[in-house]
Structures are given as C-alpha cells and as structure tokens.
C-alpha cells in the first residue's frame, strides 16, 4: 500500500511545509501519492510531480476546491482513502482543517502533530505543551496522520518524474 499525501498549496505554487511533509512520508513509505486538490492548479501538479520522493500526483481541479474548505475537501480524500495506509499532511490550520473529518468519516483515530517516526505504526509527538513526549502505536488499518512539518527538513524539489493522474 501507498501513502496519500495532500499537497498544501495557493492555486500557483506548493507551500513549501509540503515539502516537509513529503520527506516524513518517504520514512514511512516509499510510495508516496500527492493530492493537489484546487483550482486552475496544474502548475502546482507539474511541480509535486518533479519532487524525486514522489512517485504519482492525483490532481482534482474544480472551483470547489480553490479556497481548500473542508466540507469540500474531506470527501474527495475519503474517496481515496481506500487505497492507501496513511493519509497525511501537515499539522497546520490546513491539515487541522479538514484531518479530523476524515478521520471521523474512515472511523478511525487521528494522530496528530508527530516530530519523529519510529516505524510506520509508530510515531513520536509532543504532549504538555512540549513538556513532554509520546511514543504512539497505531493498528488502525489507514492511519491518519498530521505532522508537524518544522521537525523534518524539506524533500529536494527537483529531478523527479512522477506521472500526474487527474481525477
């Protein structure tokens, strides 16, 4: 199975926390699938597509996903949540947003704001305002995850080939 990862970004470019989140995923998985949902966003496809960790970009362009709303978003990656074991994102007001729902909707538990991956059941976050660390295991069959994309540094954005899919 694969890792879905859904692409931050502004209709013209992927912000850069993306990137982050693409070199947390490759700990977890090599096959790494990024969703750019949005509108008139093909350049930001064309620009996961050239990250070498990536190994398939799924591109959704509709008006109902150019301001990135979760009631609009949330279905969509629940549609693809299927095929994959993790679905994951960066733990900011993006990945906040719309995370939650999908957890909810695939019934399962959300792990949230992870600093360090042990395995791909296993992740490290921080607890007591930071205070503190938790180790967390998982069983859950998909795994939602958000991870706190200032703890991994940015994946290379060039030399890669990755086919874009549009669905």
Excluded: W
């Amino acid at each position: 199975m694969s890792v879905l990862l859904i692409a931050e970004h502004n209709n013209s470019n992927l912000k850069v926390f993306t990137l982050n989140v693409i070199l947390a995923a490759s700990k977890i998985d090599e096959d790494i699938h990024v969703l750019v949902a949005g509108n008139k966003c093909e350049n930001v496809a064309k620009e996961a597509a050239a990250v070498p960790l990536v190994k398939k970009v799924l591109f959704s362009d509709s008006p109902n996903y150019e301001n990135y709303l979760a009631e609009n978003l949330t279905p969509l990656i629940v549609k693809l949540a299927g095929k994959y074991t993790h679905i994951i994102s960066s733990a900011n007001t993006f990945g906040k947003n719309f995370m939650p729902r999908v957890a909810a909707l695939l019934d399962t538990s959300q792990i949230s704001d992870i600093i360090k991956i042990n395995s791909p059941d296993n992740f490290v976050r921080p607890i007591y305002a930071g205070n503190a660390f938790a180790t967390v295991k998982s069983s859950d069959k998909i795994k939602c995850v958000t991870v706190r994309p200032t703890s991994f540094d940015p994946a290379p954005t060039t030399g890669g080939a990755a086919s874009i899919e549009k669905i």
